[in-house]
């Protein structure tokens, strides 16, 4: 297969898919006051091909912040494109549009990938989808977008979650997941006072979870919403943890990027060395492919945030693109088969 990237810091989709002919799936990445027209744009432009898109930076060896982006997958590529709508309220309500599609490509476990964008209400998306893609053992990655809108074949949605299945003909694919942080001494917690539909985690081991986390790092109210770029919380999900980002306080609660429950593990973790981390990453798909055709990844704000705070992101997109054709989303939240996590990476190679 083989992936193309076009870009227009501008805005100016023309610029961007002037090196695009012929392609089997197109996703659009867009700003928030030139989306819609970008939409209507693409589908005039490549009428029938499968496409989804989303409000959000995107890149290759340069972010594009405000402008537009698109990546198109050719030559060898069998692609489906569709919703889930009302995602908020019943997502499993339109299942059998996904089981049509996995079925229409073949989808088979080696060959087969899942990309979405979401508008929200990630958790609960990410379980309807993966209860399909799981009889067949298909990967997912993905992420949420920006304004509560997403688009799929040159229509746009709210509250849903456009969705790719695209199936590699020339070779294998494989979704990775990046974590740059670690478990911070002994801090564990159960949570408890939450509120799931808010996001909000009231307290840790009891106590009021501001007063727990200015007290263990030693920061005042305003610093808390940019010391998670450091240390954020971690929910434990077997072997594995996923991110929890703080997004605000309020009152004597947290308010998270994503949902927290009574009664769930908590730890703080610390940010590691994400130079080693991303090295690590890169020979990991190296010893996993001879050859890559292309990488399609999405990075959290927050990942893109502290990356440019460091001068290092530059050098992370230089890095990645050695792998081999690379291109991405900045996401508000990233998603790995069905888990929705914060301040992570996750990416799909294709060989």
């Known amino acids: 297969m083989k992936q193309i990237f076009g870009k227009s810091q501008s805005g100016n989709l023309q610029e961007a898919v002037r090196g695009i002919s012929r392609p089997q799936l197109l996703m659009l990445f867009s700003n928030s006051e030139q989306f819609e027209r970008h939409?209507?744009?693409?589908?005039?432009?490549?009428?029938?091909?499968?496409?989804?898109?989303?409000?959000?930076?995107?890149?290759?060896?340069?972010?594009?912040?405000?402008?537009?982006?698109?990546?198109?997958?050719?030559?060898?590529?069998?692609?489906?494109?569709?919703?889930?709508?009302?995602?908020?309220?019943?997502?499993?309500?339109?299942?059998?549009?996904?089981?049509?599609?996995?079925?229409?490509?073949?989808?088979?476990?080696?060959?087969?990938?899942?990309?979405?964008?979401?508008?929200?209400?990630?958790?609960?998306?990410?379980?309807?989808?993966?209860?399909?893609?799981?009889?067949?053992?298909?990967?997912?990655?993905?992420?949420?977008?920006?304004?509560?809108?997403?688009?799929?074949?040159?229509?746009?949605?709210?509250?849903?979650?456009?969705?790719?299945?695209?199936?590699?003909?020339?070779?294998?694919?494989?979704?990775?997941?990046?974590?740059?942080?670690?478990?911070?001494?002994?801090?564990?917690?159960?949570?408890?006072?939450?509120?799931?539909?808010?996001?909000v985690l009231g307290a840790l081991n009891g106590r009021p979870a501001k007063q727990v986390y200015q007290e263990i790092l030693h920061v005042t109210e305003q610093e808390i919403t940019t010391r998670t770029f450091q240390n954020p919380f971690g929910k434990l999900n077997g072997d594995d943890t996923c991110i929890i980002s703080i997004k605000e306080v309020k009152g004597d609660s947290l308010v998270c990027f994503r949902q927290v429950n009574d009664s769930d593990v908590l730890v703080l973790l610390e940010l590691g060395d994400y130079r080693e981390t991303v090295r690590n990453t890169i020979q990991t798909i190296r010893q996993d492919f001879s050859k890559v055709s292309a990488v399609f990844s999405v990075n959290c704000l927050f990942r893109y945030l502290l990356f440019t705070q460091n001068h290092y992101m530059q050098e992370y997109l230089k890095d990645m693109e050695k792998l081999g054709n690379h291109a991405g989303l900045v996401g508000y939240g990233e998603h790995y088969n069905n888990r929705f996590v914060n301040q992570s990476m996750t990416c799909v190679v294709f060989e």
């Open 39 to 199: 939409v209507k744009e693409l589908e005039e432009l490549y009428p029938n091909v499968p496409s989804i898109g989303c409000i959000g930076m995107c890149y290759d060896s340069a972010v594009v912040e405000k402008g537009v982006g698109v990546v198109a997958f050719t030559e060898g590529v069998i692609a489906a494109a569709n919703v889930l709508e009302q995602v908020s309220v019943m997502p499993v309500r339109y299942i059998d549009r996904l089981v049509k599609d996995v079925n229409s490509v073949k989808a088979a476990q080696n060959d087969t990938v899942c990309i979405d964008f979401c508008a929200g209400n990630d958790a609960c998306v990410l379980t309807t989808i993966y209860s399909v893609l799981k009889r067949k053992n298909i990967s997912l990655v993905g992420g949420t977008g920006d304004g509560g809108k997403v688009s799929a074949n040159g229509r746009i949605y709210e509250d849903a979650v456009a969705y790719a299945i695209v199936k590699n003909q020339g070779g294998r694919v494989k979704a990775y997941k990046e974590n740059i942080y670690h478990q911070m001494e002994n801090h564990r917690f159960i949570a408890s006072r939450t509120d799931k539909a808010n996001y």
